[in-house]
T-cell receptor, first 117, second 116 residues
Framework: DSGVTQTPKHLITATGQRVTLRCSPR?????VYWYQQSLDQGLQFLIQYYNGEERAKGNILERFSAQQFPDLHSELNLSSLELGDSALYFCASSAHRVGGTGANVLTFGAGSRLTVL | AQKITQTQPGMFVQEKEAVTLDCTYD???????LFWYKQPSSGEMIFLIY??????QNATEGRYSLNFQKARKSANLVISASQLGDSAMYFCAMREQPSGNTPLVFGKGTRLSVIA
């Protein structure tokens, strides 16, 4: 168990629908990152929150939005779903530090697999 | 802008042999970190090893080592004594200002298959 909790693990829905994915970071981690992994693709960065504030934005569609709540859990909202939105959505939080300069390592949750039919 | 390139979509290795997975990167920031993650078929992302741009020595973690060649902008992962459980996708990733809270940029990955 990585300490990063994502729900639901699997979700099947229809085109045009809206879903919400939830992430609870490791205890004490202030940063939450959302990534999308489509079939046989690398991870595409979507958005990052730090202590409730949006910190960085990647290739996130306008149909997608996210927020981080005061208890630091985060939600990723996906609306007007299309077939191409089918993917594995990962949440990660900044975890332990490694190396001489104390680099932050991202710890990932198990992912939420979204299937749009 | 940061960029990570993994040119090997798939690799095969015999059990107990060593294998090198290639990764090249591009950045204009002199301070950066390079990370390798493993993704087994179950889907989770597992952190393997880290190399900082200012680190003098190549990183090692058990059977994993990183062949860091700064001038060539490469950070290849070497897995020694391959095991069947090493079969997975392997992703190279980079972050500028690695001690901060910036996103990781990932390569497209290499699928490693270990053959008995």
């Amino acid at each position: 168990d990585s300490g990063v909790t994502q729900t639901p693990k699997h979700l099947i829905t229809a085109t045009g629908q809206r879903v919400t994915l939830r992430c609870s970071p490791r205890s004490g981690d202030l940063s939450v990152y959302w990534y999308q992994q489509s079939l046989d693709q690398g991870l595409q960065f979507l958005i990052q929150y730090y202590n409730g504030e949006e910190r960085a934005k990647g290739n996130i569609l306008e149909r997608f939005s996210a927020q981080q709540f005061p208890d630091l859990h985060s939600e990723l909202n996906l609306s007007s779903l299309e077939l191409g939105d089918s993917a594995l959505y990962f949440c990660a939080s900044s975890a332990h530090r490694v190396g001489g300069t104390g680099a932050n390592v991202l710890t990932f949750g198990a992912g939420s697999r979204l299937t749009v039919l | 802008a940061q960029k990570i390139t993994q040119t090997q979509p798939g690799m095969f290795v015999q059990e107990k042999e060593a294998v090198t997975l290639d990764c090249t990167y591009d950045t204009s920031d002199p301070s950066y970190g390079l990370f390798w993650y493993k993704q087994p078929s179950s889907g989770e992302m597992i952190f393997l090893i880290y190399q900082g741009s200012y680190d003098q020595q190549n990183a090692t973690e058990g059977r994993y080592s990183l062949n860091f060649q700064k001038a060539r902008k490469s950070a290849n992962l070497v897995i020694s004594a391959s095991q069947l459980g090493d079969s997975a996708m392997y992703f190279c990733a980079m972050r500028e200002q690695p001690s901060g809270n910036t996103p990781l940029v990932f390569g497209k990955g290499t699928r490693l298959s270990v053959i008995a």
